[in-house]
């Protein structure tokens, strides 16, 4: 069952938590529930500037307004998590909704917002299931996540902060990373996952 937050604000700490919740939410049909889950959610990753956060909140939010047929605020959603996602050329966080995700970027694109990017998802998508990460050892769910946020700028301290780590430990992630990309640096691992559609 989930925590009832009270009067105490929503801390990032249980948000990987929480948006797994808004997930299933979505998948069980009830997606109002999860729309006014997130809403606390989004409110607090606004107000903090988590910018890789915020894009998979509307994602989720983008997909909850579409399965009530609200598919102008669906569209709204996503054209927002479009144009902070473009900068920063975030491709796995759409990919991994899956088929939903797919359709409301089609809508994005016959609508034109931020039809070059979905567009560039949709192609993303494309090739995702043609090749479901093509490496001998895939990446794990930490492991991408350190990449994105590599992918994103981030410095080890930067995502320390930001995964609740220890800076040893976002090293020793990133050494998985490079040696399962078979690269050596920051912008190989990054040119590298970017071929592979991983971030």
Same mark, same amino acid.
């Given at each position: 069952?989930?925590? %009832? *937050? ?8 249980? /948000?990987?938590?929480?948006? @797994? ?24 990753? *606004?107000? &903090? ?12 939010? =983008? ?12 569209? +709204?959603? !996503?054209?927002? =998590?479009? /144009?902070?996602?473009?900068? /920063?050329?975030?491709? *796995? @966080?759409?990919?991994? #909704?899956? $088929?939903?995700?797919?359709? !409301?970027?089609? +809508?994005?694109?016959?609508? &034109? *917002?931020? $039809? ?10 494309? #090739?995702?299931?043609? @090749? ?10 930490? /492991?991408? #996540? ?13 995502? %320390?902060?930001? !995964? ?36």
């Amino acid at each position: 069952t989930h925590r %009832a *937050r009270g009067d105490h604000p929503i801390t990032y700490l249980h /948000e990987a938590e929480d948006l @797994t919740i808004a997930r299933l939410l979505i998948a069980q049909g009830d997606p109002g529930a999860a729309e006014t889950l997130l809403h606390g959610l989004l409110t607090a990753a *606004r107000s &903090d500037g988590r910018y890789g956060s915020l894009i998979e909140m509307l994602t989720l939010q =983008a997909l909850a307004f579409a399965a009530q047929h609200r598919d102008d605020e669906g569209l +709204s959603a !996503l054209a927002e =998590a479009l /144009e902070l996602a473009e900068p /920063e050329g975030f491709v *796995r @966080t759409f990919l991994d #909704e899956g $088929a939903p995700i797919a359709e !409301l970027l089609r +809508s994005a694109v016959v609508h &034109d *917002r931020h $039809a070059s990017y979905a567009l560039q998802l949709l192609k993303a998508f494309d #090739e995702s299931a043609a @090749t479901e990460q093509p490496l001998p050892e895939p990446l794990s769910d930490r /492991e991408l #996540e350190v990449l994105r946020l590599v992918a994103a700028g981030y410095s080890n301290q930067a995502i %320390a902060n930001e !995964l609740f780590l220890a800076v040893s430990t976002v090293k020793k992630h990133i050494n998985h990373v490079y040696a399962k990309l078979a690269v050596t640096s920051r912008t190989q691992a990054v040119a590298r996952g970017r071929e592979l559609g991983l971030v």
